[in-house]
């Protein structure tokens, strides 16, 4: 006989603890259980990040995203301070190096206030009161931006659901799923267990657990590894907090940026490069399943061929291969830089959906059949928005298992 819970959640990655934690907050004496394939949690992207806590100046208002930064960024920091999680709140500089960035720190500006972050643009002089090495004409301050310890946060969250009776089972892949009357049945590589709902939070896995229910018919994960240097400690003092470049706003990625880290260290990155592979963080990985599937994607094809983002891939591709590029990058935040003070650090995965029509989707996704619930594109910056995110996932846990819709 199938082990029998109110909810199974799969994926030991921030979304998949703090729902946890948050639906046996909601419902004390929920019966549950979270599958996680790794034998330990946050392997993935909840532990291979740049680890901000964001401050809601980049998410265009009215995207799940926006709705959530905000609140997310004050409620992780609060948590992190009541229960010793190392975060330091030292604020995020966004640099306009010429004329032409200043309209996007206006645009950044326009996005943060309307969204409730606190933002604002300062000179040059100011800039250099924080930042005495960044070089710009002109800043957006976001002085909730925060570092934190991203794993040691999804450990704590699920650390508090462990004591809300939640079960873990480690160390074992969901290999399918079927939805049977009012239940639905969960297949491990070690066992099956039957649940009324299931969450799943599956990161770069995400739509293939989703398809096995009929799901994710107009999305396809792309995998993009964000490849991280790091400043050697001797240099460490030439970054005080975080300097980010005005971004590209056609694309989801943040550029090139220099960011201290809660212990210490300062990482210049990431890039986002197409990888070969969902796991493939070695830079010639490659994985032949995972690269003949997206291969055999029309949308995956549509994006690739677009002139913009080959453009785009050509020079994250450089920066890649050439470790110089990327030193030359961030000498436009910092121009004392030097080649030899970069040294190589860790990568990262990013699970970023694309849709059929090739379009990188850049909003938070959840996609529903009667049994299950499936995060889609929880991309950045989901770590920050980690609680309020986890909250809405329990009301839609709540309206199957204690809520009944009228
Ligand atoms: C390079 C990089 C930098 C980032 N920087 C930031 C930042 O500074 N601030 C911020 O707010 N956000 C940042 N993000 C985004 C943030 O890290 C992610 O949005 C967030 O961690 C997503 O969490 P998750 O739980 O959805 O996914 P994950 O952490 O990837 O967790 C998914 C889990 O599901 C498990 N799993 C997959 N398939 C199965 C299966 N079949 N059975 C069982 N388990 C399975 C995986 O092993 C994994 O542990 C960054 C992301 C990247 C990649």
């Given at each position: 006989?199938?082990?029998?819970?109110?909810?199974?959640?799969?994926?030991?990655?921030?979304?998949?603890?703090?729902?946890?934690?948050?639906?046996?907050?909601?419902?004390?004496?929920?019966?549950?259980?979270?599958?996680?394939?790794?034998?330990?949690?946050?392997?993935?992207?909840?532990?291979?990040?740049?680890?901000?806590?964001?401050?809601?100046?980049?998410?265009?208002?009215?995207?799940?995203?926006?709705?959530?930064?905000?609140?997310?960024?004050?409620?992780?920091?609060?948590?992190?301070?009541?229960?010793?999680?190392?975060?330091?709140?030292?604020?995020?500089?966004?640099?306009?190096?010429?004329?032409?960035?200043?309209?996007?720190?206006?645009?950044?500006?326009?996005?943060?206030?309307?969204?409730?972050?606190?933002?604002?643009?300062?000179?040059?002089?100011?800039?250099?009161?924080?930042?005495?090495?960044?070089?710009?004409?002109?800043?957006?301050?976001?002085?909730?931006?925060?570092?934190?310890?991203?794993?040691?946060?999804?450990?704590?969250?699920?650390?508090?659901?462990?004591?809300?009776?939640?079960?873990?089972?480690?160390?074992?892949?969901?290999?399918?799923?079927?939805?049977?009357?009012?239940?639905?049945?969960?297949?491990?590589?070690?066992?099956?267990?039957?649940?009324?709902?299931?969450?799943?939070?599956?990161?770069?896995?995400?739509?293939?657990?989703?398809?096995?229910?009929?799901?994710?018919?107009?999305?396809?994960?792309?995998?993009?590894?964000?490849?991280?240097?790091?400043?050697?400690?001797?240099?460490?003092?030439?970054?005080r907090s975080h300097i980010y470049p005005a971004p590209n706003l056609k694309f989801p990625f943040l550029g090139v940026h220099l960011s201290r880290?809660?212990?210490?260290?300062?990482?210049?990155?990431?890039?986002?490069?197409?990888?070969?592979?969902?796991?493939?963080?070695?830079?010639?990985?490659?994985?032949?399943?995972?690269?003949?599937?997206?291969?055999?994607?029309?949308?995956?094809?549509?994006?690739?061929?677009?002139?913009?983002?080959?453009?785009?891939?050509?020079?994250?591709?450089?920066?890649?291969?050439?470790?110089?590029?990327?030193?030359?990058?961030?000498?436009?935040?910092?121009?004392?830089?030097?080649?030899?003070?970069?040294?190589?650090?860790?990568?990262?995965?990013?699970?970023?959906?694309?849709?059929?029509?090739?379009?990188?989707?850049?909003?938070?996704?959840?996609?529903?059949?009667?049994?299950?619930?499936?995060?889609?594109?929880?991309?950045?910056?989901?770590?920050?928005?980690?609680?309020?995110?986890?909250?809405h996932i329990t009301l839609l846990v709540a309206k199957r298992l204690w809520q009944p819709v009228p």
């Open positions: 006989m199938p082990e029998s819970f109110d909810l199974v959640v799969v994926g030991g990655g921030v979304i998949g603890c703090a729902t946890m934690r948050a639906c046996l907050l909601e419902r004390p004496g929920l019966t549950a259980c979270l599958v996680e394939r790794e034998p330990e949690l946050a392997l993935h992207q909840s532990g291979r990040n740049s680890g901000v806590v964001h401050a809601g100046y980049n998410q265009k208002p009215g995207t799940i995203k926006a709705r959530f930064v905000v609140e997310g960024s004050r409620r992780v920091r609060e948590f992190c301070r009541t229960n010793n999680v190392p975060v330091v709140e030292d604020g995020i500089l966004v640099v306009a190096r010429d004329e032409s960035e200043i309209a996007t720190l206006k645009e950044l500006l326009a996005r943060g206030q309307a969204n409730g972050a606190c933002v604002e643009l300062i000179d040059r002089q100011r800039l250099g009161e924080l930042e005495p090495h960044a070089s710009g004409i002109a800043a957006l301050l976001a002085a909730e931006g925060a570092s934190f310890d991203a794993r040691g946060y999804t450990l704590a969250l699920a650390g508090q659901a462990r004591g809300l009776g939640a079960e873990f089972f480690l160390g074992e892949s969901v290999e399918d799923i079927h939805e049977k009357g009012d239940r639905v049945e969960v297949r491990t590589t070690k066992r099956t267990v039957e649940a009324k709902t299931l969450v799943c939070a599956a990161g770069l896995y995400a739509d293939r657990l989703a398809r096995k229910v009929g799901l994710s018919k107009k999305y396809r994960m792309v995998p993009f590894r964000g490849e991280y240097r790091e400043l050697v400690p001797s240099r460490r003092q030439l970054v880290t809660f212990d210490g260290r300062v990482l210049v990155g990431p890039g986002a490069v197409l990888a070969l592979g969902r796991d493939s963080y070695g830079r010639f990985d490659v994985n032949l399943k995972d690269f003949a599937e997206m291969a055999g994607e029309k949308g995956f094809w549509k994006l690739f061929l677009s002139s913009d983002f080959r453009a785009v891939a050509r020079q994250e591709w450089r920066k890649s291969l050439f470790p110089r590029a990327v030193a030359a990058e961030a000498r436009g935040l910092v121009p004392e830089l030097k080649d030899e003070d970069l040294v190589e650090s860790r990568a990262g995965i990013r699970a970023q959906l694309v849709s059929t029509d090739g379009e990188l989707v850049d909003d938070l996704v959840i996609e529903e059949s009667a049994r299950t619930i499936h995060v889609l594109n929880a991309v950045s910056p989901a770590l920050t928005c980690s609680l309020p995110f986890a909250d």
